[in-house]
C-alpha cells in the first residue's frame, strides 16, 4: 500500500472517523482475502493541526493575497508529511480545500481532493442537483459549485446568512469538541427547507456525518427520506483506492 | 505546548484512544480557561506502523541481537516524527515497551515509556502487588517486574502459559481489529482466580482497557470489585503534562 499523509485535527473527531475508516476498510479487505489476525493496517502519517491556530490565519474572500499565511501552514505541514514518506496527502475537512490551488502551489506531493472524491461519489448516486452543507467558509465558497458543475451537476443556490451562521455554530460549538447534540434535528429541518425531492444533499463538512452515528460507515444514505451523501466516506474510499486498496462499492 | 511524536498501529483501535484523549483533554483545559470554541487541541504527529509487518521482526527471548530489526523499525519512526517536528515521542503500546532501551539507542529524542507513567500511576494507587495483563510478549517480559519493583512494588508471579495464550488470541483475534466481544469478561476471571483482594490490575495492553468502554476515561476505575488501573489514560495523562498541560486528578 501507498503511504498515507493525512493533515487531521479539523477538527479532530473527524480525524478519528477518517483514521478509524481507513484502518477497518483495509482490515476488512485482507480478511476477505483470506489473511491471518492481527490483520494487515495501512501505512498512515498523519499531523494534527490546531483549528485555534490556523482559524486565525484566514484571509479575506477575494482577496487571494490575504490568504498566503493559511496556505503556507498547509503547504509545510504536507512537506513533512512527505519527508516522513508519504506518497500522496490529502487534508481530512471540507474546508481548507476553498484554498486548496494555493496549498499545492509548488508542492511536490500529490494531493486528494476530498472536492474531486465527492464529485465522483455523486456521480455515482446519478444526482442531477446538490444542496451542499457545511462550515459558513464552505457554504460562501464556489468550490463545490464549480466541481460538481465540471459534471454536469446543478448546486442549490445559497442558503440565507442566517441559517449558514446557524450552521457554522453548531459545528463550532459542538461537533468540532466531539459533542453531538441536536445537529441531525437541525440538518434535517434545513434539508426539508431547501433540498427538493430529488435533490442529494452533501454534507460538506466532515463532522457533519457524525450526527448520523448509524451511517458514519456509509458513503450514502437514506434519512426521513432525504439522501445524503457522507464525504468523509467518499475521501476515504477515494484514499483507499489511490493507496492500492481495490474497494467494494 | 510540545508537540507530540506518536508510534501507532499496534493496535489502531487503542492509537484512536489515544488521539482522542489527548485531543479531549486539552479541549477540556482550555474550556477551564475560558477559552472560545473551538478549544486548542494539542499538536500532534503520528505515524501508523503495520501490525502485521512489526509482528514479523520480532526476535527471540534472551537473544538481543535477533531484535536489532525490529527495534530499527521503532527507532527510525521515532526519527522520521523528530524531523517532523515531534518535541518527544511515545509508543501508543505497552508491548514494544519490552524492546524500549535498544529502540531508543543512539536516538536523539526523548521518549515518555508507558512503563514509567504506568509506575507513576500505581504508587499514587498506593498499591502494593499489582497483577499485569497483556500480550503474551508482555507478560513473559520482565519489563512491568522490574519497573514496579524499582518503586517497591511487588508484581503477581507469573500466570500459566495457558491462560497467558488465551489472553493473547482475545487480544490478536477481537480487540486488535476493534471488536471488544467477550474480553471483559474472560478478564475478570481471570482476576477472580490471579490476583488478590487488596491487588491492582495493570491492563498493561492498550487495547484490553476498551473492553471497559464506560472507563475508557478513567486512569483507575473499579469493576465488579476489583480496582484497575488504564495504562492508556497514565500514559496520555504524563504525555500532556509533558507536553505543557497540567492535568487534573
Not at 483470506?34 to 494487515?40: I, S, V
Not at 458543475?149 to 457554522?168: C, H, N, R, S
Not at 454534507?203 to 444514505?221: I, K
Request: a negative charge.
Amino acid at each position: 500500500m501507498k503511504k498515507i499523509g493525512v493533515i487531521g485535527g479539523l477538527g479532530w473527531p473527524s480525524t478519528i472517523d477518517y483514521y478509524r475508516l481507513l484502518c477497518q476498510k483495509t482490515n476488512a479487505y485482507f480478511a476477505d482475502q483470506g489473511l491471518p489476525k492481527p490483520l494487515p493496517a495501512p501505512p498512515i502519517v498523519l499531523e494534527s493541526l490546531d483549528m485555534s491556530v490556523t482559524r486565525k490565519l484566514r484571509g479575506t474572500a477575494g482577496d487571494d493575497a490575504s490568504w498566503q499565511g493559511f496556505e503556507s501552514v498547509f503547504r509545510q505541514c504536507f512537506q513533512r508529511l512527505r519527508d516522513a514518506g508519504a506518497e500522496f496527502g490529502l487534508i481530512a475537512s471540507n474546508t481548507p480545500h476553498a484554498r486548496l490551488k494555493g496549498i499545492v502551489r509548488g508542492l511536490d506531493l500529490p494531493v486528494l481532493s476530498i472536492l474531486d472524491a465527492t464529485a465522483q461519489a455523486v456521480c455515482r448516486l446519478g444526482a442531477r442537483r446538490v444542496l451542499v452543507l457545511g462550515t459558513t467558509v464552505t457554504m460562501h465558497s464556489t468550490m463545490y459549485p464549480e466541481v460538481l458543475a465540471a459534471q454536469g451537476v446543478e448546486t442549490v443556490p445559497k442558503l440565507p446568512d442566517a441559517e449558514i451562521a446557524a450552521l457554522g455554530r453548531i459545528i463550532d460549538e459542538d461537533l468540532y469538541q466531539g459533542a453531538v447534540g441536536d445537529a441531525d434535528q437541525f440538518i434535517l429541518t434545513l434539508c426539508a427547507r431547501y433540498a427538493g425531492a430529488d435533490d442529494v444533499v452533501c454534507l460538506g463538512c466532515t463532522e457533519l456525518s457524525l450526527a448520523f452515528p448509524e451511517h458514519q460507515d456509509d458513503e450514502s444514505f437514506v434519512c426521513e427520506g432525504i439522501s445524503f451523501l457522507n464525504t468523509t466516506v467518499a475521501h476515504v474510499e477515494a484514499a483507499l483506492v489511490k493507496s492500492g486498496i481495490p474497494v467494494r462499492r
